[in-house]
């Protein structure tokens, strides 16, 4: 078991855990320090499923890999001539050479560029060249079934990678249940999956700041007045209301949606959708580094990548209805919606690069909570105290 940092106390995390009105936020060194990061990474993110990609990003057509990291953590995704994706530790098991540099596609294997040893794209090893010397590929008494890729639990959802490190969270379903229970009065019995991801409704954004903070931001709409006035003005503060659902997900809601409207646009928006809720949208922080947000004609994913202590890329992903989601018909309108979303995110980088560089004083040390407007941004502190405080295996 991992333990935390010695700076960080007992108490630390019980002043986390107190009601929204009495509580401390998360202490500064979890923003700003490098080792916590790591230990972060290896208690709270592998205890969970994180999102770490998304299926665009292998090539197109049959067999692809794609690396990616999780705080330096190097992995791979892996496509099969099956279309299954699965996802293991990117290393060679021989000399630990990182297998696979940049989105490629792949014919049968997935070779070393270091001394070639091959593995097959369900991670077994296939191929060991010279190991018994010049012309000899294979060796007496090595067992290549104990020299495979080490493989990490994944699952995909909604066009999106996720892993587990620790092997221990709960089933897959079971971690996406609560989002899909909340939205299937809205979504009806088509639920999230009648959202496709179009080629064309996608961006990116990085951040000088800590994960954490991005979702703090998200979770509550305080802010909306002072940094969003464009948005304020038909979806204002007074029509936002708070969703905490503690150690799971929180995040925000509104009546009054109205961006296709004001923009001009039209989109096919979800039949089975309550005719007196067609303005209400959510925006949920589903723990621990996914933003999804519902509107009646399409849905949006960020997924926050952390690049370091103080750095993240905010990976977005637009999703529309079936029939819009692609096709020339509504290609101005998706575009409409994405340069909205983007010009919103784009808003919110400077707070939360804000909010990180405010963590660097010794003049705060994790702050308070309004019981009025905080408490989605209080249940998320309290799930990373929690985990923190809790620690689990390291990263397998």
């Given amino acids: ?19 929204t009105a009495e509580a401390r936020g998360l202490p500064n ?19 969970t499923w994180t999102c770490v990609g998304l299926l ?4 197109d057509d049959g067999p692809a890999a794609c690396p990616v990291e999780v705080l330096d953590l190097p992995l791979v995704m892996v496509r099969d001539a099956e279309g299954r994706v699965q996802v293991f530790h990117n290393v060679c098991s021989h000399r630990g050479h990182v297998l696979v540099a940049q989105a490629c596609r792949l014919e049968n294997a997935i070779r070393c560029p270091y001394h070639s040893w091959a593995y097959r794209l369900d991670g077994s090893l296939r191929g060991t060249p010279f190991i018994g010397g010049p012309g000899a590929h294979e060796l007496p008494g090595f067992d290549k079934t104990r020299h495979g890729l080490r493989a990490v639990p994944s699952a995909v959802w909604l066009g999106l990678v996720f892993v587990n490190l620790s092997a221990t969270a709960p089933a897959f379903d079971d971690f996406t249940a609560p989002v899909r229970e909340r939205w299937a009065p809205l979504c009806g019995a088509g639920g999230l999956e009648q959202y496709q991801p179009a080629a064309d409704g996608y961006t990116e954004l990085e951040v000088a700041a800590n994960w954490k903070l991005a979702v703090e931001n998200y979770c509550e709409a305080y802010h909306v007045p002072w940094v969003h006035p464009g948005l304020n003005s038909y979806s204002p503060l007074s029509e936002h209301y708070s ?3 503690q150690f799971v997900f929180a995040g925000q809601g509104t009546n009054v949606y109205e961006f296709a409207e004001r923009a001009g646009i039209s989109l096919p928006g979800c039949e089975d959708w309550p005719a007196d809720k067609r303005r209400q949208a959510e925006y949920l922080a589903l723990f621990p580094n996914l933003l999804l947000g519902l509107q009646v004609d399409h849905l949006f994913a960020m997924v926050l990548e952390p690049l370091a202590h103080d750095r993240t890329r905010e990976r977005v992903q637009l999703y529309f209805l079936r029939g819009a989601a692609d096709g020339e018909a509504h290609a101005a309108a998706r575009k409409t919606v994405l340069d909205g979303w983007r010009e919103v995110f784009v808003e919110d980088v400077s707070a939360v690069e804000g909010l990180q560089r405010g963590r660097r004083s010794p003049g705060f040390e994790g702050g308070v909570f309004t019981p009025v407007m905080d408490v989605a941004t209080h249940a998320f502190h309290r799930w990373a105290a929690a985990g923190l405080a809790r620690g689990t295996p390291a990263a397998t």
């Fill in 243 to 245: 969703i905490a659902e």
């Fill in 1 to 19: 078991m991992n333990r935390p940092p010695a700076a960080l106390s007992p108490q630390t995390w019980e002043a986390v855990q107190r009601p």
């Fill in 29 to 47: 060194q979890a923003y700003t320090d490098r080792d916590f990061a790591r230990y972060e990474r290896d208690t709270l993110l592998a205890s």
């Fill in 56 to 59: 665009r990003d292998l090539p």
